[in-house]
């Protein structure tokens, strides 16, 4: 049994003692203030101390442990057989072994016992069955409740353990995986051999245990293959590349370069960059398996803790003592990539991994939300069935009075009054359906069949399906209001791809890669292997220019010129996905490298050529070839980008060692040349830097220095720094400027009930104004805005601060004329028309291409692009050796020595010229921007949580549109000190926001938070900045937290699951005047559901903590997917999984709950009238057996049915209108007022069916009442319950009526009948209060007026129902439902038809520019909308995911010309935000 970690071992004590009290792992989410009570305090304390110290103490041994005195000490002992002892539990440490399944063999059947009879309807039933075995007690048997509960609770609990025990299989699937593991030689033998059969259901041969046994010479050790879960701590492990690491540990030795190895932690932290650890030097003779025998060493390290970005520790080896940091371990969940092979020494197992330490350790079951509602139905119920229990009973008592005690036969026959309430208690216990819980879950498993077996959400490529495992939580699907993605392999692909630059002011697409993947004609040639001259060196002199003058190379130039140029692809195969209205540039890289062949000679030749070299020498990747292919290996997919499209473009890197880099360059004769650059000096990049450098000496001896990094810090280091900072300055003014306007443009738009842009505006009228269409949602204009720019921000601009218009102009379309190009005299004629914007004299003037070059940045940015600036100057042999020498003795400083080398880096690193600008694009997976836009109108708040850094977070979401163009960016730092002030300030600026737009709408929102400065608002001590961040947070439309461990993530979910809007908005602000409006706007909010979404090992904490829980099948592979609520294949799926299933399953299941408890409120209300004529005696109107089969024979299939094939709307309608999903978040299909309604009808319809019954059959109007006696009545009422029950749910109800329905109708029906039949034949002759045998067939069956009353009351009942469901129909159509009864009133059709009307405004167009908002329309309307053929045609292209921004004008004229077609009163017209 796994101890409990204890708070102090969670706050990481150190091997200094110092704790990890500010650490990211504080749980500490939302404060609880409460009075002081002391009483209560100390029964509290009391009872955790009790609890504590004889259950968890005692029972479950799990002991909370104390904080190790120095840490724990690992010795490095090969050679150990005994396993190392914790100090904390005075025995060994944990097993390796992991564990995500909720139950053990031991816990399963308690916690199941205890979570099935706290839903309160079991609970109710328990406390009924109980006594009802009692004997004289009961009338209606002693069993009949408890047994057929029992019976339903096990069935619930087999399926609950079925799915652990799958959940048990795949945690036996990781910890069986295999490992390589140091022992001594004979030291595997049979103890692991027994525990591996114990382990396994199957029991292993002795041999396998020995498999991949390498006996190291001249040692007694050997590397044996062991399993993941028998490793130890102090095992030393010894992984290959891509190997995953099986648990924490510390390197010892890595073949890298300088014993670096590369670490991937995209699993386990979601950065894509690969992470260089570095063996301790004191570790330095660790290189071979002897030098780790002879080693001498120990290891003190942290307790376990789930800290992923802090690790204290040290290492002493043959009496040398060095600290242990991040740099030197690895943890568990991390792969080893780009490195041939490493070895480490384990330090944390299983548990106390910190992959585990973050995961949400065994998590508690799920439970749905609809649950809450159906509880307060239950004790409703049962309040109902207590008073309706007490009043027949004090009917008794006056009968008792009045007629009992004078009748002869009756006396000494006295009921006991306590027998007679608890009597009819349970003759009325009914009323709440024992087969509630298990007919849910018959509904709740066709559900997900349904939900597996949709093909719309079926992956082709993958072969994936979507996937249900928790089908208890379904409904919980329609109603999320909160949305956490993960970033890595969720929203992106992993694939970095380089996708344009920015040369002296001009813009170039790179799709190379976008055409490779397409297919190309036969004998077509790619560009990229086109042969051209670009053999030069640093001195910009092309040495191919000699071969340019031949005749024959000038005569394939001027052919080239003088034909048409091949035929090339078309720049919008690729398309924007954060901002799809920019402009495409429109010329491509192979346009850039045909200009380079024919003008090498050209300025803007020279540039570009500059350029690509940058690209080719600027990194740290290292070529290989690999079957024949060249790959490289980088640690940052950026610069993996970068040498790709430089390779792609003819510069290939393909050799590269710590001293020389070695390019292929393309020449223009199809030949190719290599050239050897010598690398003087690599200044790294790291996130303080935000910039790489590189010193080279090229071919011609000169010393090359080329920088990329930022725009931020690389513009201050610019030869002309202060013209550069002003054009950016500039640049800035324009961007806000037109971002102010946009929000004014927005600010007149239509919105929704909930602020949004509609999908698409329809008016209604009483056929008035049919002089409009229905459009589809047509573009509007939209400002940039820039991510990229850290210069500071200017307010409002004044009339001479503007710039210039031409500051707006983008790409490369400039208007010049032909007479000002700069042509060679003996090349002009051979250069397209295309290419004559190059000549233009601004490509040589600096302020313009700073201006133009800023404004590229600035799009990338917006466009989601990951942005680099690259810059160079040449060296003087004099000055390069000046510094090198300070940058030598920074390189060999003891005491500051990584700000020694940055000190050093930013001296050399002034006075630059700029190269030009990258775009990399980190490639979404498919559908991730509309998506998350559709998702966004249905009322849905994305976030991302991601561990990555926050200029990467903030560029993928702008690309994949969580940020909009013009969204309001407010970042939080805990680095600018005071958290507070900045917090206030959001807050005031959103209340300015709130007063400055009369449309009361603010802008978008957007907060962005880092990990540490989530730390510190979780900080114990922090409570009023802790209850100011959980007040902001509901208010803000996106939130984008970076650097966040999975631990922090998982928290902030669980925060806004349990926040409570209004009561912290009113606590927290109410104290401050200026943000009293901003408080007022959440005092009606709700906190709706929240969904975690991610695909790694690090998401399963967050995935955990929120309501549902959906994992992609992702590349950091399958644990997410299977631990998950539900599991998805593409991001995309996401869309169709909560706007189809889950508003359909919402309105199923909450259908299901009302008609349940309607049908046993209508079936039992005419045995409660009939008490009045039995003297209350508790004598059933109905039969017994028939009483016993009702909800398993006869109404089962009429809840069931429709609870799994549904559908209200179709499909199309809810993908193309996603505001139609505030359904289900607004608690509109089971709220208090419908099951009020439908209870109330239920009640009346009971009524009306008694006394009808009563009078045609066995009143005054019927000649042969006292035929049939009891059974007869009972079974006319019994038979009419039936017919009408399941004629009205799935006939009249049922808006989907498939063949399934149909034939459930008819099955029910004509079962009934044969349990007539049935029951006739097998009772059994006598006297009984049913007269049941015969009684079908000789008896009532034959007696017409039976009948005439079965069909009258039915017919009655029918005719009610759809005079009723017909005018509401209408009166919604009309706009008129709303109104209630004030349609009656003559005010109301006056507006209609009066002067108002005939400019197409009404009353009930609720003043919205004559449209009211889509979600606010009863389904009954959109029910009808779908039965147009040219609605339904316009919906099913609205649905489809890449969106239909127009409607065809077929389409239009066919509703213009045709509106006959249309549906009565219904008048579509188009709007701006369509």
């Known amino acids: 049994m796994n101890e409990l970690t204890s708070p102090d071992e969670n706050s990481g004590s150190g091997v200094d003692g110092a704790s990890l009290e500010k650490g990211p792992h504080r749980r500490g989410v939302l404060p609880q203030i409460v009075p002081v009570n002391s009483a209560k305090e100390r029964i509290t304390r009391t009872t955790r101390q009790w609890i504590q110290h004889y259950v968890v103490d005692q029972i479950l041994h799990q002991t909370q442990l104390p904080p190790s005195k120095d840490g724990r000490h690992i010795p490095l002992r090969p050679h150990h057989d005994q396993p190392l002892i914790d100090e904390r539990r005075g025995h060994a440490y944990i097993s390796n072994t992991i564990r995500t399944a909720r139950y053990t063999v031991w816990d399963f059947l308690p916690k199941q016992l205890f979570f099935q009879f706290s839903r309160l309807a079991n609970f109710y039933f328990l406390c009924v069955g109980i006594p009802q075995t009692i004997p004289g007690v009961s009338t209606t048997g002693n069993f009949t409740t408890i047994l057929p509960l029992l019976f339903f609770v096990l069935l619930t609990v087999v399926k609950e353990g079925y799915d652990d025990w799958k959940r048990h299989r795949l945690d036996k699937v990781e910890n069986a995986r295999d490992a390589k593991v140091l022992r001594r030689i004979g030291s595997v033998g049979s103890s692991q051999a027994a525990r591996s059969r114990?382990?396994?259901?199957?029991?292993?041969?002795?041999?396998?245990?020995?498999?991949?046994?390498?006996?190291?010479?001249?040692?007694?050790?050997?590397?044996?293959?062991?399993?993941?879960?028998?490793?130890?701590?102090?095992?030393?492990?010894?992984?290959?590349?891509?190997?995953?690491?099986?648990?924490?540990?510390?390197?010892?030795?890595?073949?890298?370069?300088?014993n670096v190895a590369y670490i991937e932690t995209m699993a386990l932290d979601g950065e894509t960059n690969l992470k260089s650890k570095q063996v301790s030097t004191a570790l330095k003779d660790c290189d071979t398996v002897e030098g780790i025998a002879r080693t001498d060493a120990e290891f003190v390290v942290e307790d376990p803790n789930p800290d992923l970005y802090r690790f204290d520790g040290r290492v002493t080896a043959n009496g040398k003592t060095l600290p242990l940091t991040l740099n030197e371990v690895v943890y568990r969940g991390c792969t080893l990539r780009n490195t041939p092979c490493a070895i480490g020494i384990v330090i944390n197992t299983g548990e106390e991994c910190k992959i585990r330490q973050n995961a949400n350790q065994h998590p508690s079951a799920k439970k749905p939300a609809l649950e809450r509602m159906s509880n307060k139905i239950v004790i409703t119920l049962a309040i109902f069935v207590i008073a309706l229990s007490v009043g027949c009973s004090m009917g008794y008592l006056i009968w008792q009075e009045a007629y009992e005690k004078y009748a002869w036969y009756l006396q000494g026959l006295e009921v006991p009054f306590q027998n007679i309430i608890i009597g009819f208690a349970i003759q009325f216990n009914n009323l709440i359906p024992l087969a509630l819980y298990i007919s849910l879950e018959i509904v709740k498993i066709g559900q997900m069949l349904m939900l597996n077996s949709d093909l719309e959400m079926y992956d082709k490529e993958s072969d994936t399906p979507a996937r249900c495992n928790t089908n208890t939580i379904l409904e919980n699907l329609g109603q999320i209001g909160y949305i956490f993605s993960d970033k890595t392999g969720t929203l992106t692909q992993n694939v970095m791809k380089f996708r344009k630059m920015s040369i002296a002011g001009t813009t170039w697409l790179h799709d190379m890669d976008i055409i490779a993947s397409d297919d190309q004609p036969a004998g077509r040639k790619s560009m990229a292997s086109e042969p051209y001259p670009t053999d030069l060196d640093t001195s910009l002199t092309l040495e191919s220019s000699r071969r340019l003058s031949t005749s024959r190379t000038l005569a394939r130039s001027l052919t080239s010129a003088s034909t048409p140029s091949a035929p090339r692809r078309s720049a919008s195969l690729w398309r924007s996905t954060g901002r799809p209205d920019h402009l495409r540039p429109s010329v491509n890289t192979r346009d850039l490298l045909e200009f380079i062949r024919l003008r090498p000679n050209a300025p803007f030749s020279r540039r570009a050529t500059q350029y690509l070299l940058a690209m080719a020498l600027c990194h740290s990747c290292l070529p290989e070839t690999i079957e024949g292919k060249l790959e490289y290996q980088s640690a940052s997919p950026d610069e993996l980008a970068l040498v790709r499209a430089a390779q792609e473009l003819g510069f290939i890197v393909i050799q590269r060692s710590s001293q020389t880099v070695t390019l292929r360059i393309s020449n223009g004769e199809g030949s190719e040349s290599e050239r050897v650059y010598e690398i003087l000096d690599v200044i790294e990049f790291s996130s303080k830097r935000k910039r790489m450098s590189i010193v080279v000496r090229c071919p011609d001896e000169r010393i090359w220095l080329i920088t990329k990094g930022a725009d931020s810090v690389i513009l201050p280091r610019l030869r002309m720094a202060n013209l550069a900072m002003q054009k950016a300055n500039e640049v800035r003014k324009s961007v806000d400027l037109e971002q102010q306007l946009q929000r004014r443009s927005e600010a007149q738009e239509p919105r929704n009930s909930f602020g949004g842009r509609p999908s698409l505006t329809i008016r209604r009228s009483t056929g008035i104004a049919r002089h409009s269409a229905l459009a589809g949602s047509s573009k509007r204009p939209v400002a940039n805005r820039s991510q990229s720019?850290?210069?500071?921000?200017?307010?409002?601009?004044?009339?001479?601060?503007?710039?210039?218009?031409?500051?707006?102009?983008?790409?490369?379309?400039?208007?010049?004329?032909?007479?000002?190009?700069?042509?060679?005299?003996?090349?002009?004629?051979?250069?397209?028309?295309?290419?004559?914007?190059?000549?233009?004299?601004?490509?040589?003037?600096?302020?313009?291409?700073?201006?133009?070059?800023?404004?590229?940045?600035?799009?990338?940015?917006?466009?989601?692009?990951?942005?680099l600036l690259f810059a160079h100057r040449f060296l003087t042999d004099s000055e390069y050796k000046t510094w090198k020498k300070m940058y030598h003795d920074a390189e060999t400083s003891l005491v500051d020595r990584q700000e020694r080398i940055e000190a050093a880096g930013d001296v050399i690193e002034q006075s630059l010229?700029?190269?030009?600008?990258?775009?990399?694009?980190?490639?979404?997976?498919?559908?991730?921007?509309?998506?998350?836009?559709?998702?966004?109108?249905?009322?849905?708040?994305?976030?991302?949580?991601?561990?990555?850094?926050?200029?990467?977070?903030?560029?993928?979401?702008?690309?994949?549109?969580?940020?909009?163009?013009?969204?309001?960016?407010?970042?939080?730092?805990?680095?600018?000190?005071?958290?507070?002030?900045?917090?206030?300030?959001?807050?005031?600026?959103l209340q300015v926001q709130l007063e400055t737009f009369t449309s009361h709408i603010p802008n978008h929102t957007v907060v962005v938070i880092d990990g540490q400065t989530l730390a510190a608002i979780e900080e114990s001590d922090a409570l009023a900045l802790k209850q100011l961040f959980y007040s902001l947070i509901p208010t803000i439309d996106s939130v984008i937290c970076c650097r966040a461990s999975p631990a922090q993530k998982a928290n902030l979910v669980r925060a806004i699951r349990k926040a409570a809007p209004t009561a912290q908005v009113t606590s927290s602000l109410s104290a401050s005047s200026r943000t009293s409006k901003w408080a007022a706007k959440l005092r009606s909010a709700k906190t709706p559901l929240t969904l975690a979404i991610g695909d790694g090992a690090n998401d399963l904490a967050m995935l955990s903590a929120a309501h549902v829980g959906v994992g992609i099948s992702g590349r950091e592979g399958l644990q997410a997917a299977r631990v998950a609520d539900y599991s998805i294949a593409q991001f995309r799926f996401l869309s169709r999984l909560l706007l189809v299933h889950g508003r359909w399953n919402y309105v199923r299941t909450a259908r299901f709950i009302l008609a349940t408890f309607w049908k046993e409120m209508f079936f039992y209300m005419p045995t409660e009238l009939y008490q009045r004529y039995n003297g209350y005696t508790g004598t059933s109107l109905y039969e017994s057996w028939s009483l016993t089969v009702l909800n398993t024979l006869f109404t089962s299939l009429c809840v069931i049915v429709p609870g799994i094939w549904e559908q209200d709307l179709a499909a199309e309608t809810l993908l193309a209108v996603p505001e139609l999903y505030v359904f289900g978040q607004r608690d509109r299909g089971l709220n208090l007022a419908k099951y009020l309604a439908w209870m109330i009808g239920g009640a009346a319809e009971g009524v009306l069916v008694w006394f009808l019954c009563w009078a045609l059959y066995s009143g005054h109007l019927s000649p042969a009442r006292d035929g049939g006696g009891l059974f007869a009545l009972g079974n006319l009422v019994f038979t009419i319950a039936i017919m009408w029950i399941n004629f009205k749910t799935m006939i009249l109800g049922t808006h989907f009526k498939s063949a399934i329905v149909l034939a459930s109708f008819a099955i029910t029906v004509g079962g009934w009948y044969a349990w007539q039949a049935f029951l006739s034949g097998i009772y059994a002759p006598g006297i009984w209060p049913y007269a049941v045998r015969g009684g079908f067939f000789t008896q009532f069956g034959q007696d017409p007026v039976w009948w005439a009353a079965l069909a009258g009351v039915l017919g009655l009942l029918i005719a009610i129902e759809l005079a009723y469901s017909s005018v509401k129909r209408n009166l919604i159509v009309l706009g008129l439902w709303k109104w209630g009864w004030k349609w009656l009133h003559w005010s109301t059709w006056k507006s209609a038809f009066g002067p108002l009307a005939s400019r197409g405004a009404t009353v009930w167009d609720d003043g919205r520019d004559g449209a009211q908002p889509l979600e606010e329309w009863d389904v009954e309307l959109w029910q009808v909308m779908e039965k147009d053929p040219a609605i339904r045609a316009t919906l099913h292209k609205m649905s489809r995911l890449d969106g239909v921004d127009e409607l065809d004008e077929e389409d239009l004229d066919g509703l213009e010309n045709d509106p006959d077609q249309r549906p009565a009163a219904l008048v579509r017209e188009g709007s701006a935000g369509v």
Request: charged letters at 30%.
């Open 789 to 867: 720019f850290e210069v500071s921000k200017l307010s409002a601009l004044s009339a001479e601060d503007r710039p210039r218009p031409s500051l707006a102009v983008r790409t490369v379309s400039f208007d010049v004329t032909s007479g000002k190009a700069l042509l060679s005299p003996t090349l002009s004629h051979a250069t397209p028309d295309k290419y004559a914007f190059l000549d233009d004299p601004s490509v040589s003037d600096d302020a313009t291409i700073f201006t133009r070059c800023f404004k590229h940045i600035d799009d990338f940015a917006t466009e989601g692009l990951r942005t």
């Open 913 to 989: 010229e700029l190269i030009g600008a990258s775009a990399i694009e980190d490639k979404l997976q498919v559908g991730v921007p509309e998506t998350i836009d559709r998702l966004r109108r249905a009322n849905i708040k994305i976030w991302m949580l991601t561990g990555d850094k926050r200029e990467t977070a903030i560029n993928i979401a702008h690309s994949a549109r969580i940020c909009q163009p013009t969204s309001d960016i407010y970042i939080l730092d805990i680095t600018k000190g005071d958290l507070e002030g900045q917090l206030l300030n959001v807050i005031e600026e």
């Open 198 to 258: 114990w382990f396994s259901f199957t029991a292993r041969r002795e041999s396998d245990t020995h498999a991949g046994i390498e006996e190291v010479l001249g040692t007694d050790l050997q590397w044996c293959s062991v399993r993941w879960r028998d490793l130890k701590v102090g095992d030393i492990i010894k992984l290959a590349r891509d190997d995953d690491v099986p648990a924490d540990m510390v390197l010892l030795h890595a073949e890298g370069e300088n």
